[in-house]
């Protein structure tokens, strides 16, 4: 299994500010990826986090609204720009390990934008 | 594109009570399935997987499911829920290539277990 750490646990913004959330993980990772689930609502797949290079985003999230780093195999961040009241959300870390039959979660960041 | 459809929103249930939670899915190619819970204010802890092999997956707390290929069902059941059960289910499928890579998730159902 896997420990995931997130920091911060939640944060409360004003609009049009930025937060990066860091996501530590206890053993070195194949796969980290970074979800978002909106109030009342399921995950969403962002990204995912590519050790060494540009993170692979989903439609409908871009790379200047959610930069995503991830230096080496056991961390990553995710920063959310130029914040809105919509953006006001859960923000999820989670990694798969080995032949990745199985998705690890971290607790989450809840995020109000004001 | 896959999707997960989890039909009900809510499940009110007594405890001690039997507690179905469904799940349908759409795919044209292999595929993993999940069952993960969400306690309030918590992350996501798995509750089951399917990958290959038997059809009836067990898992953890007392849960299991049934992966039925030709209705593309993945139903969660359990034959009697206590209220520490009551919390958030979300069904998850994994894109086809047979990781758990990037998850697709249902709506998810809350099951409110009372007295």
């Known amino acids: 299994s896997a420990v995931i750490s997130q920091k911060p646990s939640r944060d409360i913004c004003q609009r049009g500010t930025s937060l990066t959330i860091q996501c530590q993980v206890d053993s070195q990772v194949t796969m980290m990826f970074w979800y978002r689930q909106q109030p009342g609502q399921s995950l969403t797949l962002i990204a995912t986090?590519?050790?060494?290079?540009?993170?692979?985003?989903e439609s409908g999230f871009v790379i200047d609204k959610f930069p995503i780093s991830r230096p080496n195999l056991t961390f990553s961040t995710l920063t959310v720009s130029n914040m809105s009241p919509e953006d006001s959300s859960i923000y999820l870390c989670?990694?798969?390990?080995?032949?990745?039959?199985?998705?690890?979660f971290g607790q989450g960041t809840r995020l109000t934008v004001v | 594109a896959q999707s997960v459809t989890q039909l009900d929103s809510q499940v009110p249930v007594f405890e001690e009570a039997p507690v179905e939670l469904r799940c349908n899915y759409s795919?044209?190619?292999?595929?993993?399935l999940f069952w993960y819970v969400q306690y309030p204010n918590q992350g996501l802890q798995l509750l089951l997987k399917y990958l290959s092999g038997s059809t009836l997956v067990k898992g953890i707390n007392g849960f299991e499911a049934e992966f039925n290929k030709s209705q593309t069902s993945f139903h969660l059941r359990k034959p009697s829920v206590h209220i520490s059960d009551t919390a958030e289910y979300f069904c998850a499928v994994s894109e086809g290539t047979g990781t758990a890579s990037k998850l697709t998730f249902g709506t998810g159902t809350r099951l409110q277990v009372t007295l």
């Open positions: 795919s044209s190619v292999s595929v993993y």
């Open positions: 989670s990694v798969a390990l080995g032949r990745a039959t199985e998705a690890f």
């Open positions: 986090a590519n050790q060494g290079s540009e993170a692979t985003y």
